[in-house]
């Protein structure tokens, strides 16, 4: 059983900086793809961002480029998401995922099976 426990949310002023982790239980994280995800009050989930296995490679929806950066420590079973310069409209519940075949469909919500309960992200204006 693969289990994700995130954790860094909180409550922070537009500008202002937060990182997120994501801890993985299992013995083969280092193959995984990970995502974070998020979904704001009356909105569908969006893709965030996304890492492969190794590390070497990153995909961030538009909407945060230039502002997130996703990382990982395969020692450490965890991912992050460094989150620079938020906005008002970057608050949402962010859950990390889990795509146990390491595949690169970074984007694609249904790649992953694994999903943590989420933490909440709030950016006051």
């Known amino acids: 059983q693969v289990q994700l426990v995130e954790s860094g949310g909180g409550l922070v002023q537009a500008g202002g900086s937060l990182r997120l982790s994501c801890a993985v239980s299992g013995r083969t994280f280092s193959t995984y793809t990970m995502g974070w995800f998020r979904q704001a009050p009356g909105k569908e989930r969006e893709f965030v961002a996304g890492i492969s296995w190794s590390g070497f490679k990153t995909y961030y929806a538009d909407s945060v480029k230039g502002r997130f950066t996703i990382s990982r420590d395969n020692a450490k079973n965890t991912v992050y998401l460094q989150m620079n310069s938020l906005i008002p409209e970057d608050t949402a519940v962010y859950s990390c995922?889990?795509?146990?075949?390491?595949?690169?469909?970074?984007?694609?919500?249904?790649?992953?099976?694994?999903w943590g309960q989420g933490t909440q992200v709030t950016v006051s204006s």
């Open positions: 995922a889990a795509d146990p075949y390491g595949s690169t469909s970074f984007s694609r919500s249904s790649a992953y099976d694994y």
